[in-house]
């Protein structure tokens, strides 16, 4: 084989090869229609609420991976092209997706909508943990499928009501669980359960701060080990996606063991094939809450 030849072939190996490149993530992330709007969403509760809602109508597609933490998570090259494609992106906002801020210059044929932004208070964005914020998110989001999509609105409107009647039952499930409690104080690893708190009369007190990768000071943990002494806790809260290091540090100071406090940021592929979902999550979390707070 003379040199022209080889030349040849290593510019077509090298023209196939850069082809091959930029059609894939195209061929990847084209989303299928089926006859309802595309709509893409950033994490878990969100997709959840979305999925709930729209029922077999259109497709939801959910950007954070099972078993992520999408605090820090950030887009990918197949995200981006996922996101074109929609119809729709449904996102908590205030920050709490880093890749969420001014989304829609850079999606100017998409809506989008910031379902948890307006309910937040002091900068802190896990407002679906807080139930009757859950339905508000559950609303605004059935009020933009309808705009977006208006003939779905009786089906987004029926599968509403009955997703409102689900949050309701879990709402009266947790006042009437939390109503007669010993305790009034829990330690948690990282301070994503205010409105829960709030919601249902018991304090959180934080190792870390609204995001679980915060580190604590070293004075902020001798005072969480303090209080946590002085008022005689007996559990630590730590949470599936991230190391319970932290709240097993401060459990052992106290003499303390550690449970499960779940901010429903993400499920894990087992937890998703097992059948788990917001609700069953939700329902472990309020029965380790009773142990916690030593509820009749």
């Known amino acids: 084989m003379n040199n022209k030849v080889q030349r040849i072939i290593i510019i077509l190996f090298i023209i ?43 497709s939801v597609y959910n950007i954070t991976p099972a078993g992520a933490e999408p605090h820090d998570y950030e887009l990918t090259t197949k995200d981006r092209m996922m996101l074109e494609n929609s119809d729709l ?8 997706e880093p890749w969420g801020k001014g989304i829609e210059a850079l999606l100017p044929k998409v809506k989008v909508l910031r379902a948890g932004q307006q309910l937040m208070i002091e900068n802190d964005p896990h407002v679906w943990l807080d139930p009757i914020m859950l339905a508000m998110e559950a609303e605004s989001i059935t009020e933009m499928l309808k705009i977006v999509d208006p ?58 701060g609204l995001s679980p990768d915060a580190e604590p ?50 499920l894990s592929e087992s937890e998703l094939s097992a059948g788990n979902n917001f609700f069953t999550e939700m329902k472990n979390n309020l029965n380790n809450l009773k142990t916690a707070l030593v509820c009749q």
């Open 151 to 208: 003939a779905g609105t009786e089906v987004y409107s029926v599968n509403f009501a009955k997703l409102l009647k689900q949050i309701y039952l879990m709402d009266e499930s947790f006042r009437s669980g939390l109503s007669l409690c010993e305790k009034k104080d829990i330690v948690t690893a990282h301070a994503a359960f205010a409105y829960l708190a709030r919601r249902y009369g018991f304090n959180q007190i934080s190792i870390a």
């Open 89 to 96: 992106l449904v996102i908590n906002g205030g920050n709490f």
């Open 16 to 58: 196939g090869v850069a082809a091959l490149i930029l059609y894939w993530p195209k061929k990847v992330a084209k989303l299928p229609r089926t006859g309802g709007p595309v709509v893409t969403t950033s994490f878990y509760p969100i997709f959840f609420l979305t999925k709930e809602i729209m029922g077999s109508r259109g």
């Open 217 to 266: 000071s070293p004075q902020t943990l001798a005072e969480v080990t303090k209080f946590a002494k002085a008022n005689g806790i007996k559990y630590i809260f730590f949470e599936k996606l991230v190391s319970p290091k932290l709240a097993e540090t401060v459990a052992r100071e106290v003499g303390a063991q550690t449970l499960v406090l779940n901010p429903l940021e993400g």
